[in-house]
């Protein structure tokens, strides 16, 4: 079976840091654009950062930009988001999923084909 699965949630204070992973099994994530989004409870699920399947172009709305670094090593079928900086409102479920096309086309969520069941990340001091 297809699936990504992510991990590195957790607590951590404001201005704290984690990295989260997104492991791929049942294929290979060479091809595919990832995408990170995140949801809190009542409101919809937004994007977050994406990369392109080469790593060559990433993209990050603005809310983290300069505090979040998305990577990718596909050696080991895995991509990373670096949350450096973190802020209460980062608190959130955050998910990644994976997108065939290959690049970065924006973060509606019918367009990404595999989604994992999330990761807690929860800043508060």
């Known amino acids: 079976q297809s699936q990504v699965v992510e991990s590195g949630g957790g607590l951590v204070q404001p201005g704290g840091s984690l990295r989260l992973s997104c492991a791929a099994s049942?294929?290979?994530?060479?091809?595919?654009?990832i995408g990170w989004f995140r949801q809190v409870p009542g409101k919809e699920r937004e994007g977050v950062s994406c990369i392109s399947s080469s790593g060559g172009s990433t993209h990050y709305v603005d809310s983290v930009k300069g505090r979040f670094t998305i990577s990718r090593d596909n050696a080991k079928n895995t991509v990373y988001l670096q949350m450096n900086s973190l802020k209460p409102e980062d608190t959130a479920v955050y998910y990644c999923?994976?997108?065939?096309?290959?690049?970065?086309?924006?973060?509606?969520?019918?367009?990404?084909?595999?989604w994992g069941q999330g990761t807690q990340v929860t800043v508060s001091s």
């Open positions: 999923a994976a997108h065939d096309l290959g690049y970065c086309s924006g973060y509606a969520l019918r367009e990404y084909d595999y």
């Open positions: 049942g294929f290979t994530l060479d091809y595919y654009a």
